[in-house]
């Protein structure tokens, strides 16, 4: 099932819109996974959350910095 998934993600889906909650760490490893996979990955700023602004902010620059939108 794995493999069928990630042919699957691989070859016919290219762009990915992120919602989510820990943005430093669920969110941002996905992010930075897919997008080095070739995958394009926009994250909704509003629609990712985490405990400590500063945090928060922090791990929206990173993956804006590695190719997120």
């Known amino acids: 099932m794995k493999d069928n ?6 070859n016919q889906i290219a762009s990915f819109i992120i919602v989510s909650i ?21 994250v909704v700023a509003d629609g990712v959350s985490l405990q400590q ?7 929206l620059r990173r993956m804006t910095s590695a190719g997120a939108f």
């Open 5 to 10: 998934l990630a042919t699957t993600l691989n």
């Open 22 to 42: 820990e943005v430093h760490v669920c969110v941002q490893q996905t992010v930075l996974g897919f997008l080095e996979l070739g995958h394009d990955m926009h």
């Open 53 to 59: 602004p500063f945090d928060w902010e922090i791990a």
